[in-house]
Protein backbone atom coordinates (compact mmCIF):
# COMPACT_ATOMS: atom_id res chain seq x y z
CA UNK A 1 0.00 0.00 0.00
CA UNK A 2 1.57 3.50 -0.99
CA UNK A 3 2.02 5.63 2.03
CA UNK A 4 0.35 8.57 2.45
CA UNK A 5 2.32 11.58 1.08
CA UNK A 6 3.18 13.81 4.03
CA UNK A 7 2.90 17.28 4.13
CA UNK A 8 4.51 19.93 5.66
CA UNK A 9 3.82 21.65 8.70
CA UNK A 10 5.62 24.54 8.49
CA UNK A 11 6.79 25.80 5.03
CA UNK A 12 9.65 28.70 5.32
CA UNK A 13 10.65 31.18 2.61
CA UNK A 14 13.71 33.33 1.73
CA UNK A 15 11.61 35.54 -0.77
CA UNK A 16 14.55 36.47 -2.99
CA UNK A 17 14.69 38.69 -6.90
CA UNK A 18 12.85 41.63 -6.13
CA UNK A 19 15.44 43.55 -7.35
CA UNK A 20 16.26 41.49 -10.90
CA UNK A 21 12.47 41.47 -11.52
CA UNK A 22 11.98 45.15 -11.16
CA UNK A 23 15.27 45.47 -13.53
CA UNK A 24 14.17 43.26 -15.94
CA UNK A 25 11.49 45.57 -16.62
CA UNK A 26 13.45 48.82 -16.45
CA UNK A 27 11.54 49.83 -12.97
CA UNK A 28 13.39 50.99 -9.86
CA UNK A 29 14.01 48.00 -7.52
CA UNK A 30 11.33 49.06 -5.13
CA UNK A 31 8.44 48.21 -7.96
CA UNK A 32 10.40 44.77 -7.32
CA UNK A 33 9.60 44.97 -3.30
CA UNK A 34 5.99 46.04 -4.20
CA UNK A 35 5.42 43.03 -6.70
CA UNK A 36 7.27 41.28 -3.79
CA UNK A 37 4.01 41.98 -1.39
CA UNK A 38 2.00 41.09 -4.00
CA UNK A 39 3.33 37.37 -4.10
CA UNK A 40 3.12 37.41 -0.52
CA UNK A 41 -0.42 38.07 -0.16
CA UNK A 42 -0.54 35.19 -2.39
CA UNK A 43 1.75 32.80 -0.88
CA UNK A 44 -0.52 33.24 2.94
CA UNK A 45 -3.77 33.03 0.90
CA UNK A 46 -2.66 30.10 -1.01
CA UNK A 47 -0.73 28.31 2.61
CA UNK A 48 -4.20 28.92 3.97
CA UNK A 49 -5.86 26.76 1.30
CA UNK A 50 -3.73 24.01 1.40
CA UNK A 51 -4.11 23.86 5.01
CA UNK A 52 -0.17 24.69 6.34
CA UNK A 53 -0.29 25.23 9.90
CA UNK A 54 2.86 27.96 10.01
CA UNK A 55 4.68 30.01 7.03
CA UNK A 56 7.78 31.73 7.73
CA UNK A 57 9.28 34.34 5.71
CA UNK A 58 12.42 36.31 5.57
CA UNK A 59 11.03 40.26 4.97
CA UNK A 60 14.25 41.96 6.33
CA UNK A 61 17.87 40.61 7.18
CA UNK A 62 20.32 42.49 9.70
CA UNK A 63 22.39 42.83 6.89
CA UNK A 64 20.14 44.72 4.62
CA UNK A 65 20.34 47.64 6.02
CA UNK A 66 23.71 48.17 4.19
CA UNK A 67 21.76 48.39 1.08
CA UNK A 68 21.29 52.33 -0.13
CA UNK A 69 19.51 54.54 2.32
CA UNK A 70 16.37 54.63 -0.77
CA UNK A 71 15.68 51.27 -0.75
CA UNK A 72 16.12 50.74 3.37
CA UNK A 73 13.34 53.57 3.84
CA UNK A 74 11.23 52.42 0.90
CA UNK A 75 11.37 48.80 2.78
CA UNK A 76 10.10 49.88 6.27
CA UNK A 77 7.73 52.24 4.45
CA UNK A 78 6.38 48.58 2.50
CA UNK A 79 6.32 47.08 5.95
CA UNK A 80 4.40 49.98 7.46
CA UNK A 81 1.97 49.92 4.46
CA UNK A 82 1.56 46.25 4.39
CA UNK A 83 0.74 46.24 8.25
CA UNK A 84 -1.75 49.20 7.79
CA UNK A 85 -3.43 47.45 4.81
CA UNK A 86 -3.47 43.59 5.60
CA UNK A 87 -3.63 43.20 9.29
CA UNK A 88 -7.44 43.18 9.72
CA UNK A 89 -7.76 40.83 6.66
CA UNK A 90 -5.47 38.48 8.03
CA UNK A 91 -7.38 38.57 11.38
CA UNK A 92 -10.56 38.00 9.61
CA UNK A 93 -8.91 34.69 7.96
CA UNK A 94 -7.86 33.16 11.38
CA UNK A 95 -4.36 33.86 10.79
CA UNK A 96 -1.68 34.95 13.92
CA UNK A 97 0.72 37.09 13.12
CA UNK A 98 3.86 36.83 14.87
CA UNK A 99 7.70 38.79 14.15
CA UNK A 100 10.95 37.59 15.31
CA UNK A 101 13.88 39.64 14.80
CA UNK A 102 15.67 42.26 16.62
CA UNK A 103 12.93 45.20 17.24
CA UNK A 104 15.24 47.64 19.10
CA UNK A 105 16.32 48.11 15.39
CA UNK A 106 12.90 49.17 13.99
CA UNK A 107 11.55 52.01 13.93
CA UNK A 108 9.14 52.92 16.80
CA UNK A 109 6.10 53.42 15.02
CA UNK A 110 6.46 50.05 12.98
CA UNK A 111 7.33 48.67 16.31
CA UNK A 112 4.29 49.52 17.63
CA UNK A 113 1.97 48.34 14.71
CA UNK A 114 3.76 44.85 14.82
CA UNK A 115 3.30 44.70 18.77
CA UNK A 116 -0.82 46.10 18.36
CA UNK A 117 -0.87 42.83 15.44
CA UNK A 118 0.48 40.61 17.27
CA UNK A 119 -1.82 41.24 20.22
CA UNK A 120 -4.91 41.47 17.66
CA UNK A 121 -4.01 37.87 16.12
CA UNK A 122 -2.64 36.44 19.26
CA UNK A 123 -5.62 33.95 19.45
CA UNK A 124 -5.89 32.87 15.92
CA UNK A 125 -4.95 28.98 14.65
CA UNK A 126 -6.11 28.92 11.20
CA UNK A 127 -2.50 29.81 10.40
CA UNK A 128 0.60 31.28 12.36
CA UNK A 129 2.37 33.37 9.68
CA UNK A 130 5.71 34.49 11.14
CA UNK A 131 7.54 37.46 9.58
CA UNK A 132 11.40 37.58 9.63
CA UNK A 133 11.88 41.08 10.10
CA UNK A 134 15.59 42.72 11.52
CA UNK A 135 16.74 39.08 11.51
CA UNK A 136 19.61 36.86 11.38
CA UNK A 137 19.97 33.79 13.15
CA UNK A 138 24.00 34.43 14.30
CA UNK A 139 22.24 37.23 16.26
CA UNK A 140 19.12 35.17 17.35
CA UNK A 141 21.70 32.49 18.53
CA UNK A 142 23.78 34.85 20.62
CA UNK A 143 20.93 36.38 21.91
CA UNK A 144 19.79 33.03 23.59
CA UNK A 145 23.56 32.21 24.61
CA UNK A 146 23.57 35.64 26.29
CA UNK A 147 19.77 34.96 28.26
CA UNK A 148 20.99 31.22 29.11
CA UNK A 149 24.17 33.16 30.38
CA UNK A 150 21.85 35.73 32.42
CA UNK A 151 20.83 32.50 33.78
CA UNK A 152 23.28 31.05 34.69
CA UNK A 153 24.88 34.33 36.30
CA UNK A 154 21.60 34.35 38.57
CA UNK A 155 22.53 30.92 39.44
CA UNK A 156 19.35 29.48 38.18
CA UNK A 157 20.86 26.56 36.71
CA UNK A 158 23.88 24.68 36.23
CA UNK A 159 25.83 25.05 33.10
CA UNK A 160 26.81 21.25 32.67
CA UNK A 161 22.68 21.15 31.85
CA UNK A 162 22.53 23.35 29.17
CA UNK A 163 21.29 21.26 25.95
CA UNK A 164 20.37 21.94 22.23
CA UNK A 165 16.85 22.05 23.92
CA UNK A 166 17.40 24.43 26.29
CA UNK A 167 18.93 26.66 23.61
CA UNK A 168 16.36 25.50 21.61
CA UNK A 169 13.47 26.95 24.30
CA UNK A 170 15.90 30.36 24.16
CA UNK A 171 15.29 31.43 20.17
CA UNK A 172 12.87 33.90 19.16
CA UNK A 173 10.23 30.60 18.73
CA UNK A 174 10.29 28.16 20.78
CA UNK A 175 6.59 27.04 21.06
CA UNK A 176 6.77 26.34 17.28
CA UNK A 177 8.27 23.53 15.39
CA UNK A 178 10.91 23.76 12.78
CA UNK A 179 10.15 24.36 9.09
CA UNK A 180 9.51 20.87 7.37
CA UNK A 181 10.70 22.57 4.33
CA UNK A 182 12.52 26.08 3.26
CA UNK A 183 11.69 27.14 -0.20
CA UNK A 184 14.34 29.67 -1.73
CA UNK A 185 13.52 31.91 -5.14
CA UNK A 186 15.76 34.08 -6.98
CA UNK A 187 18.26 31.31 -8.17
CA UNK A 188 20.76 31.48 -5.33
CA UNK A 189 21.87 28.22 -3.54
CA UNK A 190 22.71 29.53 0.37
CA UNK A 191 20.66 30.30 3.46
CA UNK A 192 21.87 33.56 3.77
CA UNK A 193 21.68 33.15 8.08
CA UNK A 194 18.26 32.79 7.93
CA UNK A 195 16.69 29.66 10.54
CA UNK A 196 20.54 28.45 10.84
CA UNK A 197 19.34 26.45 13.94
CA UNK A 198 15.88 25.66 12.91
CA UNK A 199 16.63 24.33 9.58
CA UNK A 200 19.05 21.20 10.82
CA UNK A 201 16.35 18.55 9.19
CA UNK A 202 14.28 20.68 6.85
CA UNK A 203 14.35 19.85 3.07
CA UNK A 204 15.30 22.47 1.10
CA UNK A 205 14.14 23.29 -2.52
CA UNK A 206 16.08 26.30 -4.55
CA UNK A 207 14.09 27.83 -7.39
CA UNK A 208 15.03 30.47 -10.34
CA UNK A 209 11.71 32.10 -9.86
CA UNK A 210 11.97 35.63 -9.07
CA UNK A 211 10.00 36.23 -5.82
CA UNK A 212 7.37 38.36 -7.57
CA UNK A 213 6.46 35.78 -9.95
CA UNK A 214 5.61 33.24 -6.85
CA UNK A 215 2.32 31.94 -7.02
CA UNK A 216 0.01 28.75 -5.69
CA UNK A 217 0.87 26.48 -8.19
CA UNK A 218 4.51 26.99 -7.30
CA UNK A 219 4.29 26.29 -4.23
CA UNK A 220 2.23 23.51 -4.86
CA UNK A 221 4.69 21.87 -6.91
CA UNK A 222 7.52 22.46 -4.18
CA UNK A 223 5.59 20.55 -1.74
CA UNK A 224 4.84 18.01 -4.72
CA UNK A 225 8.92 17.86 -4.18
CA UNK A 226 9.11 18.01 -1.00
CA UNK A 227 6.59 14.78 -0.95
CA UNK A 228 8.81 13.14 -2.63
CA UNK A 229 12.18 13.26 -0.52
CA UNK A 230 12.73 10.43 1.75
CA UNK A 231 13.16 12.21 5.18
CA UNK A 232 15.33 10.20 7.82
CA UNK A 233 16.31 12.74 10.05
CA UNK A 234 19.39 10.50 10.71
CA UNK A 235 17.56 7.18 11.44
CA UNK A 236 16.94 4.20 8.94
CA UNK A 237 14.09 2.76 7.91
CA UNK A 238 13.81 -1.00 10.17
C1 LIG B 1 15.01 40.09 -1.73
O1 LIG B 1 15.02 40.63 -3.01
C2 LIG B 1 13.92 40.59 -0.93
C3 LIG B 1 14.06 41.41 0.17
C4 LIG B 1 15.34 41.93 0.63
C5 LIG B 1 12.92 41.82 0.94
C6 LIG B 1 11.70 40.96 0.87
C7 LIG B 1 10.59 41.87 1.03
C8 LIG B 1 9.38 41.77 0.49
C9 LIG B 1 8.89 40.64 -0.30
C10 LIG B 1 8.44 42.88 0.67
C11 LIG B 1 8.35 43.33 2.09
C12 LIG B 1 7.59 42.40 2.94
C13 LIG B 1 7.45 42.58 4.28
C14 LIG B 1 6.53 41.75 5.09
C15 LIG B 1 8.21 43.63 4.96
P1 LIG B 1 16.35 41.37 -3.48
O2 LIG B 1 16.11 42.83 -3.35
O3 LIG B 1 17.52 40.86 -2.74
O4 LIG B 1 16.38 40.94 -4.98
P2 LIG B 1 17.69 40.78 -5.88
O5 LIG B 1 18.50 39.66 -5.30
O6 LIG B 1 17.12 40.46 -7.22
O7 LIG B 1 18.40 42.10 -5.86
Redesign the pocket.
Known sequence: MEEEKKSPKHVAII???????A?ERGLP?LK??EQ??E??RRTVRATIDLKLEILT?????TE?WNRPTREVNG?MR??KY?MKTDVDELHRAGVRLRVIGNRDGIDPKLRHMIDEAEKLTADNRQLTFV?A?NYGCRQEIARAVRRIAEKVAKGLFDPKTISAEMVQQHLYIADLPDPDLIIRT?G?IRLSNFLLWQSAYAELIFLDT??PDFDRNILQQAIEEFQRRDRRFGCVKA
Open positions: MDGNGRWKRGHGIALVFGFSNLLAFVFGELW
